[in-house]
């Protein structure tokens, strides 16, 4: 099994936003120098019955100028700061590389505008899966797509953090992304995979959504459902895989 995270197409994309940013950070600096200037050099006298409009126009170009900065610096901070590759995705596939063959590709910290983000993906001849993975404890229950976790008082509570949400949204986009693509019919799965293991994460699933593994479990946990049978051709599976790759 290729392991693979895709650092040149993320380094491109880091790039292509701090370049945006640039952009975006001369054009605040224009803006607010302008209206700065409007303000020094009074082109419309107060007497002139447009004096109203252009003091307004001028008044407004100042804070806006400010706020188009601000928003090119967090902009460019995302793009110095973006997440080149994926631990504990890159954990899982070392342990998926244990027992699969080289008809499939692992792809870490995929990441696309049209797409989102999305922890990993596997690709090959049983299909699509798309992984959540977390390195989460406590105690914590899964039914159908709710999630409570326990307190430690013993008291259950909701989770604001849904897994099982998350990784059905991921699939449901991944399948647009690849309709878009001219790939309609792909059949794509999701798992939720917890790395650390019982007593630190005791996770308990009753008919879930979406698959919830530990991952020492992986190889075994998903032989009667993803793993089951081949689903996708390697022409169709390879194409997929340079798609979220480049």
């Known amino acids: 099994m290729q392991n693979v995270v895709p650092s040149s197409g993320l380094a491109r994309r880091s790039w292509n936003v701090l370049y945006g940013a640039g952009l975006l950070l001369l054009i605040g600096l224009l803006v607010a120098i302008a209206g700065a200037f409007l303000f020094a050099v009074p082109l419309v006298v107060p007497t002139n019955a447009a004096f109203s409009a252009y003091n307004t126009v001028r008044t407004i170009m100042i804070p806006a100028g400010i706020v188009v900065v601000l928003l090119a610096l967090l902009l460019a901070l995302r793009a110095v700061t973006w997440k080149r590759d994926?631990?504990?995705?890159?954990?899982?596939?070392?342990?998926?590389?244990?027992?699969?063959?080289?008809?499939?590709?692992?792809?870490?910290?995929?990441?696309?505008?049209?797409?989102?983000?999305?922890?990993?993906?596997?690709?090959?001849?049983?299909?699509?899966?798309?992984?959540?993975?977390?390195?989460?404890?406590?105690?914590?229950?899964?039914?159908?797509?709710?999630?409570i976790r326990q307190r430690d008082r013993g008291q259950w509570v909701t989770m604001r953090w849904n897994p099982t949400r998350e990784t059905a949204d991921d699939v449901q986009r991944l399948r647009?992304?690849?309709?878009?693509?001219?790939?309609?019919?792909?059949?794509?799965?999701?798992?939720?995979?917890?790395?650390?293991?019982?007593?630190?994460?005791?996770?308990?699933?009753?008919?879930?959504?979406?698959?919830?593994?530990?991952?020492?479990?992986?190889?075994?946990?998903?032989s009667d459902s993803f793993f089951a049978r081949d689903r996708l051709d390697a022409a169709t599976a390879s194409k997929i895989a340079l798609l979220l790759y480049g």
């Open 86 to 147: 994926n631990p504990l995705a890159a954990l899982t596939g070392e342990r998926l590389a244990a027992f699969l063959d080289a008809r499939y590709v692992f792809i870490r910290n995929v990441s696309r505008v049209s797409l989102g983000y999305v922890d990993a993906v596997l690709v090959g001849p049983a299909g699509v899966l798309v992984f959540r993975i977390t390195d989460r404890t406590g105690i914590l229950f899964n039914e159908g797509a709710g999630w």
């Open 176 to 222: 647009e992304w690849l309709r878009v693509r001219g790939l309609p019919d792909v059949p794509v799965f999701g798992v939720i995979i917890f790395t650390k293991e019982m007593p630190e994460a005791q996770v308990t699933a009753q008919n879930p959504l979406v698959p919830v593994v530990y991952l020492s479990e992986i190889s075994y946990a998903l």
